[in-house]
T-cell receptor, first 116, second 115 residues
Framework: GAVVSQHPSRVICKSGTSVKIECRSL??????MFWYRQFPKQSLMLMAT?????????EQGVEKDKFLINHASLTLSTLTVTSAHPEDSSFYIC????????????FGPGTRLTVT | AQSVTQPDIHITVSEGASLELRCNYS??????LFWYVQSPGQGLQLLLK??????LVQGIKGFEAEFKRSQSSFNLRKPSVHWSDAAEYFC?????????????FGTGTRLQVTL
């Protein structure tokens, strides 16, 4: 149990286009999901906290207009990178906090974004 | 502000040898401490976690970690390393508020295992 999926696992897009990444909790409901970003050979940095039915809370320095987060249901949160640039190329990982186990969070497998 | 330091960027050990990965944290309140492992191109797998109780925590894959409040450390250990343990290891700290919250990660330690 407690599986989190991300789609796509890899995506290549052209500079200036937008790309959407989905984070799904497959076997549990999640009121809260977290979005992290990981640069090559570096640590994970929290980008934002996504709460179902409300606006996401962004960390300092993260452009909310560039990284649009939508948490429309208890099993799905999406991250849309708008007007992507090569510097947005990164590994994006989400985690989900189960409604029934609020002290836990489970990580997805990540999405590799490459902007050309 | 909370922070995590993993002083060793890269460690190489022989298969069968013991392993200790260091983690020091800075946190103003009671910390919730984690160790995760990440294989190349993959997400994170939780090895173990600690909030309270016995300061020696057992995790999966034969790993354990010891919480030492006086040293602000939460080092990860394994008595005998297997080649499949080669991966990136992250220590993380978060607030214990009764609900899982955002985590602050260390910079990671890359473990290489030689045969």
């Amino acid at each position: 149990g407690a599986v989190v999926s991300q789609h796509p696992s890899r995506v290549i897009c052209k500079s200036g286009t937008s790309v959407k990444i989905e984070c799904r909790s497959l076997d549990f409901q999640a009121t809260t999901m977290f979005w992290y970003r990981q640069f090559p050979k570096q640590s994970l940095m929290l980008m934002a906290t996504s709460n179902e039915g409300s606006k996401a809370t962004y960390e300092q320095g993260v452009e909310k207009d560039k990284f649009l987060i939508n948490h429309a249901s208890l099993t799905l949160s999406t991250l849309t990178v708008t007007s992507a640039h090569p510097e947005d190329s990164s590994f994006y990982i989400c985690s989900a906090r189960p409604l029934a186990e609020p002290y836990e969070q489970y990580f997805g497998p990540g999405t590799r974004l490459t902007v050309t | 502000a909370q922070s995590v330091t993993q002083p060793d960027i890269h460690i190489t050990v022989s298969e069968g040898a013991s392993l200790e990965l260091r983690c020091n944290y800075s946190y103003g309140a009671t910390p919730y401490l984690f160790w995760y492992v990440q294989s190349p191109g993959q997400g994170l797998q939780l090895l173990l976690k600690y909030f309270s109780g016995d300061t020696l925590v057992q995790g999966i894959k034969g790993f354990e970690a010891e919480f030492k409040r006086s040293q602000s450390s939460f080092n990860l250990r394994k008595p005998s390393v297997h080649w499949s343990d080669a991966a990136e290891y992250f220590c993380a700290v978060g607030p214990y508020t009764g609900t899982a919250s955002k985590l602050t990660f260390g910079t990671g330690t890359r473990l290489q295992v030689t045969l």
